[in-house]
């Protein structure tokens, strides 16, 4: 026969079984109540202290600043790349030489 009491969730922290009595629910883990400390400096946290971010626990002082989003990243990222070019000049029209040294007039001509 199977048995329908629930497993023990493990210390999000020491992955140790954490009783009941003993740990804290917070930002979907659980923690042992020694182990539920500030993922920055360590410091001990109560729930009434703790601030959550993306499963870690953190205090006031330590606790991430959320970045920008990727969405925005990728519009920003896909409308510069989608952004009309510019046309470079073409030299086409641009008066080339002809190769040939000019006649006369010039310092190799001039004798010292």
């Not at 023990?8 to 182990?35: G, I, Q, R, W």
């Amino acid at each position: 026969f199977k048995s329908s009491i629930m497993p023990t969730p493990k210390c999000y922290v020491c992955s140790k079984t954490a009783y009941p009595l003993e740990s804290y629910s917070a930002a979907d883990n659980t923690f042992h109540k020694l182990c539920f400390k500030c993922a920055g400096c360590k410091v001990t946290l109560s729930i009434s202290s703790f601030k959550a971010f993306e499963g870690a626990v953190y205090c006031k002082q330590c606790v991430p600043k959320p970045k920008a989003t990727a969405v925005t990243d990728d519009f920003k990222v896909k409308q510069a790349l989608n952004a009309p070019k510019k046309v470079t000049e073409s030299l086409g029209q641009v008066q080339k030489g002809t190769g040939d040294k000019a006649v006369g007039g010039g310092l190799d001509d001039m004798s010292v």
